[in-house]
């Protein structure tokens, strides 16, 4: 959470500046704090629901790059993307990579940070389980238990045969993995 919350403070304390600075008193702090109180709302839902954001490690990272082992051609989602670093750095591999996020302040921060990355990484605003991928060949997850098991009721029965899902450290209980390395499950559709 650290840089994105790092990310918000600046942004309040740059608005503080900018407030003070052309002299605008008429806009409250208060109601300054409740806007940004609100922005990250969504978020702390999305951590209770789906999972708080754990980035995954570097070595989890390159683990889960390995085993989808991802193509030119492939498209690839990331639900619940963080600050978006498993689609930037799965980015160059495919043929796009995209990640869904729902807490604003991680979205934004992320979705900066996609000015820097490869034209290929598009982060997008909204509900994982609201989202369609039926055009998903990949697909990465670092999910609480119970949104695993929300994934294989609502999602798996929508993906294409022979699309990878790679989630790292929870398992979908219901399905064998077909492969396994370093607490990093692959199912195959
Ligand atoms: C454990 S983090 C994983 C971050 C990234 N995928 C990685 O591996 O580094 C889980 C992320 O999922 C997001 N998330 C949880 N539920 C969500 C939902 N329903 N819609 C969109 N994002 C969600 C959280 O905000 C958090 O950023």
Redesign the pocket.
Known sequence: MAESTIFLLLAGIGITVILYVLNITWIHPIFIIIVLGLLILP?I???I????????SRK??KT?ISLADLDPTDTLY??????G??VFSSAPFVKRAI?????VP?YLFAKFRSLFNSKKATIRY????KQNYKDADVI????LPG?MKRFYKEIWPTLKTGTRVVS?AFQIHDIKPIKKEDKVYLYKK
């Open positions: 978020g839902y999305a951590a629901i789906g999972g708080p954001f754990v980035p995954s989890r990272h889960m990331d639900i619940g993307c963080g600050d670093r498993l990640g869904y996020e729902l807490s991680l909204g509900n994982i389980w990465f997850c670092y999910l949104s790292n």
